[in-house]
């Protein structure tokens, strides 16, 4: 940490310093937090965790033709352990659709790392994803990219957030494969309407090699026109390469739809990103170049 931070988050703290001296040594200071991230919270002494929540309490989910509430997994939450000067957070945001991509978008830029995007239920309506964060660093810090974060979701509920368009239909499609070709520098392969270029990536589970044949590989799928396309694809990336890809994608307009593994056990852990995408062929190519170019894969020798 710098020392213009630790300076910055010292006289942030000033104002709290009473509630402070309350807590137990090396804990959080809640009250910073709770200013900061503007939600309440609540301090487990015995971990040393502050932890604030936030209940979706706006949103009508039905499930399977029944209502649940927060209390049944509906809550946004962030956890913070650690001393003031040199702490962790963690924690899990509940999003509709259309807010997964603004919201992540806002959380990258205050430099917190999105860590997850999934769902915890099947047949729910409205769709409803959750989305992982993490970070380290002062209290201070990582509670105002917190708070940006929970501003961002309540600024696009109610479908306020990304609903993007495109009518594209694979039967239909007269997009010129060279140009895709040009900019990722490798070749695929086309079918069903679809041109399909496919990146290997290799790992190893219990000692067996594992790579593209095996499901160890990024891939794009383009449909439509030259001027209107759509693309979907999936990225697999070493740990260390998921933040960059996902700034990437997010860069260039692609939509990050889910992060998960595919794999348990396997050297070196490979996490999976899925996007999708709407605009012409060569901005597209050209997204998922940038993004290629953040990982170790070089597929211009493919």
């Not at 927060?70 to 962790?88: E, H, I, M, V």
């Not at 917190?146 to 007269?174: C, H, M, N």
């Not at 060569?282 to 894969?297: M, P, W, Y």
């Amino acid at each position: 940490m710098t020392s213009v931070v630790r300076v910055a988050f010292l006289l942030a703290c000033l104002g709290s310093a009473s509630a402070s001296e309350a807590l137990p040594p090396g804990s959080p200071d809640g009250a910073l937090i709770e200013k900061l991230t503007g939600a309440k919270g609540q301090l487990d002494a015995a971990e040393g965790v502050f932890k604030v929540s936030v209940p979706r309490a706006d949103l009508r989910v039905v499930v399977a033709g029944s209502p649940i509430v927060p209390a049944q997994g509906l809550t946004s939450w962030a956890a913070f352990a650690g001393s003031n000067l040199d702490a962790r957070v963690m924690g899990d945001l509940v999003l509709t659709e259309d807010q997964v991509n603004p919201v992540m978008s806002t959380a990258l830029e205050a430099g917190l790392e999105v860590t997850a995007l999934h769902n915890h239920f099947l047949r729910d309506s409205p769709r409803v994803m959750f989305m992982h964060i993490g970070g380290t660093g002062s209290v201070g810090v990582l509670a105002s990219a917190v708070g940006k974060v929970l501003e961002s979701i309540r600024a696009t509920s109610g479908g306020k957030g990304e609903v993007p368009g495109a009518g594209v239909y694979p039967a239909r499609t007269t997009l010129d494969p060279a140009r895709i070709e040009a900019v990722l520098g490798a070749r695929g392969a086309s079918g069903g309407g679809v041109y399909k270029v496919v990146v290997g990536r290799r790992t190893a589970m219990d000692g067996m090699p594992a790579g593209n044949a095996m499901g160890v590989n990024t891939w794009a799928a383009f449909a439509g026109s030259d001027d209107r396309a759509v693309v979907d694809g999936d990225f697999a990336v070493l740990e260390s390469e998921l933040q960059p890809v996902l700034r990437s994608l997010l860069a260039a307009g692609i939509a990050v739809v889910a992060i998960h593994q595919h794999m348990t056990g396997e050297s070196p852990r490979m996490l999976f990103l899925h996007y999708w995408g709407t605009g012409t062929t060569t901005a597209l190519a050209r997204g998922l170049r940038s993004a290629l170019d953040r990982t170790a894969v070089n597929s211009r020798s493919r």
